[in-house]
């Protein structure tokens, strides 16, 4: 039973994933996989540039409503991650670079450094990438769409 009831999620996904991306007229593969109740959506495209948008503002606004359509229509929140060709994976990696620069410079500057704003899942990756380093420290500061993450030198 619990089976199937995955699959019908699936569908349903699909289905409201499919409806937004005719309406925006454009062309995509869509794939859909669960993982540990995270439902992944794949979508390949000739021009992707279109889906993700500035930073990644595009797709976490996709994603943010086809999560919300979802709600309405079952009454139940999947957590629902959209990604565009390979592009969360390399926004990944420039993260982790980003925060290991960072932490760089303020090991031999012995100054905090300021990150640009981001959203709480990019701050979670630098925190995260620099969870292991002894001699740097992060915190997040700032206000909603102005937080950002500041790297520590300890002392």
């Not at 991306?21 to 000739?46: F, N």
């Not at 996709?62 to 709600?71: E, K, L, N």
């Amino acid at each position: 039973m619990a089976k199937k009831t995955e699959t019908q999620k699936i569908t349903k996904l699909k289905k409201v994933v499919k409806e937004l991306l005719d309406h925006l007229e454009v062309k995509t593969e869509i794939k859909i996989t669960s993982d540990e109740d995270v439902y992944q959506v794949q979508l390949e495209t000739e021009d992707p540039g279109i889906l993700i948008g500035y930073h990644g503002e595009t797709l976490r606004a996709f994603q943010r409503i086809v999560a919300m359509i979802i709600y309405r229509q079952t009454s139940e929140w999947l957590r629902i991650v959209v990604n565009v060709g390979d592009y969360r994976q390399r926004r990944q990696e420039t993260l982790e670079k980003m925060a290991l620069a960072a932490a760089q410079k303020a090991r031999f500057s012995k100054e905090a450094q300021s990150l640009p704003p981001m959203p709480s899942a990019e701050r979670r990756i630098i925190h995260i990438a620099l969870a292991e380093e002894s001699d740097v420290e992060t915190t997040s500061e700032g206000e909603g769409r102005n937080r950002y993450v500041v790297v520590h030198p300890k002392a």
